[in-house]
């Protein structure tokens, strides 16, 4: 059986490594799909769907997970919320199980009659990409965040000197 999980990922961090190898113990493969794949370069989405593949990649390498137990697909967003479980299966292997916590995610596969689990949230207020991006901005203990291959990924990309940068203001002249 194949396992769906559907991520923005930006970045990867603990939550997530835990809730895909959770969902490995189910499933016999999971796909795991890079979620606005589009966006890059901001402080929401500092980080392109090519980085996050890569941070996913050395992540589950690290933590021992066969390549052949994944697939890493990033799905770029459309306008049409009612027709995005479609675009989704166009682009990735056949998938009888999802699992998301995100309301939107659930409620779309629901009304396509996929089976939708929500996996328990493993320290949300810790494991978030919201917290991590913060942290890098006010210059606090990220790294503890993210999978130690992921630390590496951000910091080989200058992803804390992205994210400081985008946020920095125009300075006016006058
Ligand atoms: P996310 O990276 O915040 O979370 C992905 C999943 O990881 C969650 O559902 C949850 O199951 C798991 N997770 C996160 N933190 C965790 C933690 N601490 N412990 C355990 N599990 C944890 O991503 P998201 O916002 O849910 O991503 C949804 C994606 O789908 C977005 O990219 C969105 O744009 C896309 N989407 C697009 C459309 C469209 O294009 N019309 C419609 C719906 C959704």
């Not at 930006?10 to 606005?36: N, T, W, Y």
């Not at 199980?97 to 089976?115: A, C, M, S, W």
């Not at 689990?117 to 993210?146: C, H, I, N």
């Amino acid at each position: 059986m194949r396992g769906l999980l559907v991520g923005r990922m930006q970045p990867v961090h603990q939550g997530h490594l835990q809730v895909i190898k959770r969902i490995l113990e189910e499933v016999d493969e999971v796909i795991i799909c890079v979620g606005s794949a589009q966006l890059s370069h901001t402080i929401k989405d500092p980080f392109t769907a090519g980085e996050r593949v890569m941070m996913l990649t050395k992540a589950l390498s690290e933590n021992g997970i066969p390549a052949s137990k994944y697939y890493i697909i990033p799905i770029q967003d459309i306008a049409c919320n009612s027709v995005w479980v479609a675009h989704l299966k166009m682009l990735t292997p056949p998938f009888e199980k999802v699992y998301t916590g995100n309301p939107l995610v659930q409620r779309l596969f629901i009304e396509d009659h996929y089976q939708v689990t929500v996996p328990p949230l493993y320290y949300r207020d810790t494991f978030s990409g919201t917290e991590v991006r913060k942290r890098m901005l006010e210059e606090e203990e990220w790294q503890a965040l993210v999978p130690p291959s992921v630390k590496e990924v951000i910091i080989e990309i200058g992803g804390v000197e992205r994210i400081k940068h985008l946020s920095k203001k125009e300075v006016s002249e006058k």
